[in-house]
């Protein structure tokens, strides 16, 4: 045995739960503050250093107050190439399981990105988000492993990744100024009642500007480049906007 996992799953909503950590195989104890009064399950699971799984036991119980509980798991050998469901996320995996740290950083100046979310695999059920050092810990992760980051409306993706250490450079944007004209003298004026709205989209996120004067300026998050530009003239009283 080189890794031992437990995972406490317990009632949606439970302060706390549910959670998934690395014990320590030396017996040392390991202080962990659960609740009370709801019934918790214990789930224990057994890999070796290759990821491999090897056993596993699951036991129920409702924990009182100020008691430190002595709660008995059996474990039981699984067969080689049992699949691996994990309890919190439920990914299913026939291959090796292994702790995974992703590291984000910036994509130029390499510095560790903050509040990154990072999720794994199509569900999105494995989410962390990047502390002061840019790092984002899964305690297990299934390989191979598809690993998505999303910040600042960049979205980067490692498909199939195996490995227990990923470090992913994010594209940098930083504010950018602008000036858009509307309606040069051969195009189209604003009619009575009329209402003319400008939309900003770098392919993930769209940005609509009320127009208030032409030329006019306005304040633009980072965006990706190309950003697309299109305008619309809306009569609030007619439902087919003119572009």
């Not at 604003?190 to 306005?218: F, K, Q, R």
């Amino acid at each position: 045995m080189q890794r031992l996992q437990l995972s406490v799953t317990g009632p949606a909503g439970t302060p706390g739960i549910p959670m998934q950590m690395n014990l320590p195989v030396d017996g040392q104890a390991v202080p962990v503050s659960l609740p009370s009064g709801v019934p918790l399950t214990f789930e224990f699971d057994v890999f070796d250093g290759a990821g491999n799984y090897l056993a596993t036991g699951t036991q129920t119980q409702t924990l009182q107050p100020n008691t430190n509980p002595v709660i008995p798991v059996g474990l039981v050998a699984v067969n080689p190439g049992t699949p691996y469901v994990d309890p919190l996320t439920g990914q299913i995996s026939t291959g090796p399981v292994i702790p995974l740290t992703v590291s984000v950083i910036t994509g130029a100046g390499m510095q560790p990105v903050v509040g990154a979310v990072v999720s794994l695999g199509a569900s999105g059920t494995a989410t962390a988000v990047t502390d002061a050092s840019g790092l984002a810990s899964f305690a297990s992760a299934p390989m191979p492993q598809d690993v998505h980051v999303f910040f600042g409306g960049n979205a980067v993706s490692v498909l199939a990744f195996s490995g227990s250490a990923l470090v992913v450079p994010m594209p940098e944007t930083a504010p950018v100024s602008a000036t858009v004209s509307i309606n040069p003298p051969s195009g189209p004026t604003l009619g009575a009642n009329e209402l003319l709205d400008v939309y900003l989209t770098d392919g993930m996120s769209v940005l609509v500007i009320p127009w208030l004067s032409n030329p006019a300026t306005s304040s633009i998050p980072p965006m990706r480049g190309p950003v697309g530009v299109s305008a619309m003239i809306e009569n609030p009283l007619d439902l087919t906007p003119r572009p």
